[in-house]
């Protein structure tokens, strides 16, 4: 026998039979229905309470980058929803799997301009794989079904559902049975065979080969073919900041992170290289400079499982559409001719010689540090220390935030193990790593999360640090690396704007104070003596803990690519 | 910039048309014309739209991107049948009358409507054909005009139906391959 059961009731159900136990929200007058009949499956369904629905969005999207799991985050209509944009952005620019529930007034009003009412699916339709505007109670199961299935397959991405009140109000028998129908959505997980023999053919006909891998390889969980692939044929692997940990960087065929901000090896490999095979990254251009200078004598081989990104920004010889593991498991399959491949061994191992002896020469992380005379700190101080620390004691997970401090964490700190680097790419979005740290700790309870974070960044959402209290979770570490500036904006100001700092000088609070009114514990660094001290005793300590880095104000992140220009032309100093 | 003729063939959701006309302006896309109505299959919609671009396999693939999308076609170079309407209101005095009705017959217009001192004329053709209509009822007067967008279709056999295109047994293969990536 069936019992009928309220829209809130079938939303929390479905979302169970989904595979969802954690979420992050605030509740309100629009989706009150659904927090009433939470509590009923509160066993099932844990719901993580943020201050500010843009935390909840980034905790979501830390919880689904981290476990590859579908990210869950709830505002009410009108302002809850609209706080929302920025995390469903950001996780749109980074493929991130996420399911926003929202709020929606009730359908009678609706189109009225109803108190608290906001076109949220209007808004977000650029910005989301999918997204519904629920109105009646029936659609309720079917819709949680099919967006999260959007959302985890093909190119994952964010998928908005806006639910009215009264159907979440009404009440039926329900029906979780449906099957999905989606006529229009046939992503492609096979590479064509016909154009994986054409890479690899021309991959034997190289002499310089190098491979970049991104994003796409972390979501398929292809970190070990890649391994396989590129030991197989001993070929260099470069990793954008998305691809960080998904080929460990103390391989001796990891050339690390190319770009605006990458190693001047790295970008010299690309540049000089006569084949390029792309994995699951989409030629950003932060990786790429000015796209007509890319790799000028490289034929390139794209795999991508969305087809629009091939092509999209840089002209490919090979595209092959599909998902990297299973690309990759198919060119692991192929037996290309003995002779074949050991000519190409006998070219590519001189140019191996080559790109390993350009890595020495430039990847001395200290190397494009101009430490002043005088004793200050300097933020590459603090990254060497966090380096050993984490090292050491093993298990840790980076989130880091948006600005120069990003980047040093990208270039300074140690990747070996995917999803184990967290950041926001694509969207740039500041404010992003206390909270998308939340997400992360849930997630992995387990490892100690660190999160990286600017002076400027880190007030954008601070607020969040009282969830981590009120939810008992201690395995959250914060290092802000403070310079009193916006300070990537205040490089570019320096290196390109006669120094006019508009806008950047930052007066920030009291960390440690702050720190200490959240409850956490708070520690204030000062000179570069005191920094071990500090790591090791916010690991001590069983409980969260934020370190104020007051370190040296005016220092540049190199090596740089001016925008726009040949990722060939770095400026080191 | 090249001009290309797509047909889209889409689900017939409510804003799915708002999804993909917003797809165009956010990526910079020119619409030309552009049509839409329902097509001999329930459930799907059928859209021409012109469109103005050098780069058109990322318009196709943008396109595409969008779930209720179920198949597009460029079909500039294919032999198709075009057609746009024009609805013109012209000011004419009687003494014209005749002038403009012998007008109306060689371009095969029709006249819809006729009051003292104004005719409602509806002209079907190709494109090229209704802009020389136009051109040539304009020295009259013309008080009021209003134009379709243009649609399109294949000749011959061959064609872009939507009912091959909404059956039900390929979401296993899609579920399988994910769990398989996922292993």
Known sequence: MSDKRTGAQILCEALIQNGVDTMFGLPGGAIMPFYHAMWEYRSELRHILCRHEQGAGHAAEGFARSTGRIGVCIGTSGPGTT?????????????????AICGQVSSAVLGKDAFQETDITGITMPITKHNYLIKRVEDIAYAVKEAIFIATTGRPGPVLVDITKDALQASMV??????????GYRPTYQGSKKQIKAALDLMLQSKKPVMMIGNGVMMANASDEVMAFAERYQIPVITTLHGLGAFPQDHPLSLGMPGMHGWVHANRAIQESDFLLNIGGRFDDRVTGKASTFAPNASIVHVDIDPSEIGKNIEVDVPIVGDAKLVLLSLLEEEPEERKVTEFHHAAAEWLVYVRELQAKHQHKQQYLNRPDTS?????????????????????????????????????????RPRTHITSGGAGTMGFAMPAALGVAVAHPEDTVWVVCGDGGFQMTNQEMIVVVQENIKNIKIAIINNGFLGMVRQWQELFEGKRYSGTPLTSPNFQKLAEAYGWTGITVESGDQIEAAVQQAYATDGPVLIDFRVEREVNVFPMVPQNKSIGEMITE | MKTHILVVL????????????????????????LAVGHTETTGVSRMTVVVESDHVEQVVKQLYRLVEVLKVSDVTND?????????????????????????????????????????VIEMTGGPAKVDNFIDMVRPFGIKEMMRTGRIAMVRGARGHSGADLVDTGWQNDVAGAASAAAQ
């Open chain 2, 79 to 119: 032999p198709t049948v075009e057609r746009e309407m024009a609805l013109v209101k012209l000011h004419v005095p009687s003494q014209q009358r005749a002038e403009i009705v012998a007008l109306a017959e060689v371009f095969g217009a029709k006249i819809v409507d006729v009051s003292v001192t104004a005719m």
């Open chain 1, 174 to 183: 329900p029906d979780y049975s449906k099957k999905i129908f989606l006529p």
């Open chain 1, 83 to 99: 706080n929302l944009v920025t995390p469903i952005a950001d996780a749109w620019m980074d493929s991130t799997p996420m399911l």
């Open chain 2, 10 to 33: 889409m689900q017939d959701h409510p804003g799915v048309l708002n999804r993909a006309v917003s797809m165009f302006r956010r990526r910079g896309y020119n619409i030309a014309s």
């Open chain 1, 376 to 416: 200050v700190m300097m933020p590459h101080d603090v990254y060497a220390v966090l380096t050993k620390e984490m090292n050491e004691r093993g298990n840790y997970r980076v989130v880091t935030d948006v600005g120069q401090h990003q980047m040093w964490a990208a270039q300074l700190l140690d990747w070996y």
